[in-house]
């Protein structure tokens, strides 16, 4: 099916179920304009369902995660879109039944998702399943990494920060990092602005941009009402912007890329501005 990507402003999006979460409603525009939305993917478009919850990027296509919750279904996919919007492929997850795997984080080799207390791993290459390892949570819902610790959460304020050893069906050390989280299903790691974004699964809109100790910067409300899933970071407009991606529980299901840049003047940059004069 066609995937139909467009330019435009914050927009308003119809919610739909959430894993676990389920919320139906209608949600006015965005209200907070610190982001530009620059893109939307309808993913439910190929999925043929709405049961696609996570996403990740492995520096050229965005993996949607979905589930086999139609029909008693026993299969899991990923869908691959290209960040214009353009589909690429399907791929079968590691099978079973439920809502498969949630929020996706890629290390650039491998991507990495969780169903249970494992997170698994696959070769971005080959789309196969490579090992696991042991997380915190019950599933680690939402996944990000930042070039040494991987972090997660699930749907409460707590991020956890996780040390894996690189062995496959070990456990990964873990600590609380943050508790400025909104109901955690999401989770990306901004390289650019040095901060961690995580979205929200309880209608508040919320997605929490974090700094690297922990301490929330601020609650952006970006759809008001919206329900999301999963994020990642992506590619961006320029060679100093990045494209913040999120799995919004809408109908349709739909990707929603918003224009993130290191020069955002949030309130705490406004704050160091001032102290120099």
Known sequence: MKIVISLLMLAGIV???ADMAPTVGVAPEGVDTSLLQIASINVEAQAG???????GFDGTYLWVTNGAMQGGGTNNFFLLFEEDGTYFATYNQNGGSGWGLRDLTCDGTYMYGSVTTAI???DIGTHLKVGSFIGPQNPNRALAYDGTYFYTGNFGSEVYRLTWNGVSGSTATSTIWSTAATSVYGAAWDELNNCMWVTSADASGIVAEI?????LVENH???AGATYGGACMGTGTTDVTS?????SQATPDVLLGF???????????????KAVF
Do not use: H, K, Q
């Open 120 to 122: 698994d791993y696959y």
């Open 243 to 247: 494209t913040l991606w999120i799995l």
């Open 15 to 17: 919610l739909a179920n």
């Open 221 to 223: 409300v970006l759809v």
């Open 211 to 215: 700094n690297a100790a922990g301490t």
């Open 49 to 55: 369902n709405v049961y696609s919850v996570g996403c």
């Open 259 to 273: 224009e993130v840049t290191p020069t955002s003047l949030t309130r705490d940059t406004w704050g160091a501005i």
